[in-house]
């Protein structure tokens, strides 16, 4: 009888020691709290806490029309530093009457708030021909825009054309809505066929 309970207390005995072998290892190989790797803060400081592809927001005005629109290949949202990277961002002003304003660049940073967005890289700035209006397209770098009151402002090179016609300069302001503005700040020259 004894030999019958031995064999059956043999697999309850084995486990017993593996657990507490299993215990004493963790033990013996655990590092003082100091020598515990950290975390890299800087990893999960710099990490997106949402993000998306084929980024689309339309907003509407106070006549229930459509005001603007951002879309972008890429959108990555960073709270820790409050603002909204885009890759390849396209941005339409839409005024009541005259073809919208189309803004693109190679990548954008959004404000928090979602008031300013800064262009960042090669920026092109165009709208079609319409009613009373000629063509225009803008080319320059680094561009600010102040999406409330459809305002951009920059300090780089920056060339206007409206075929055949065209004028380069340092430094642009620009007002979308009407009464629309554009003017170049320094170095300006211009080229107009008179043909």
Do not use: C
């Not at 005001?67 to 396209?90: R, Y």
């Not at 890289?121 to 409330?148: A, C, D, P």
């Not at 554009?182 to 300006?188: C, H, R």
Request: charge should be positive; aromatic fraction near 10%.
């Amino acid at each position: 009888m004894n030999n019958v309970l031995l064999k059956k207390s043999i697999p309850y005995f084995l486990a017993f020691t593996l657990a507490g072998l299993s215990w004493w290892l963790v033990e013996f190989f655990r590092l003082p709290d100091d020598e515990k790797p950290k975390p890299n803060s800087l990893s999960i400081q710099n990490s997106p806490n949402y993000f998306s592809k084929g980024y689309l927001k339309k907003e509407m005005g106070e006549n229930g029309l459509l005001k603007s629109q951002l879309a972008a290949q890429e959108m990555n949202h960073f709270s820790n530093e409050g603002i909204t990277k885009m890759l390849n961002p396209v941005m339409t002003l839409y005024n009541s009457e005259d073809p919208p304003w189309v803004i693109r660049s190679e990548s954008g940073v959004l404000s928090n708030n979602g008031k300013d967005l800064l262009l960042k890289g090669k920026v092109f700035i165009h709208r079609n021909k319409g009613e009373g209006v000629r063509e225009l397209g803008i080319e320059t770098s680094n561009l600010k825009v102040k999406l409330k009151d459809s305002y951009a402002e920059g300090s780089e090179w920056t060339k206007i054309s409206s075929p055949p016609h065209w004028t380069t300069g340092t430094g642009i302001q620009m007002t979308f809505k009407k009464p629309i503005s554009l003017k170049l700040l320094a170095n300006v020259k211009s080229y107009y066929d008179t043909k």
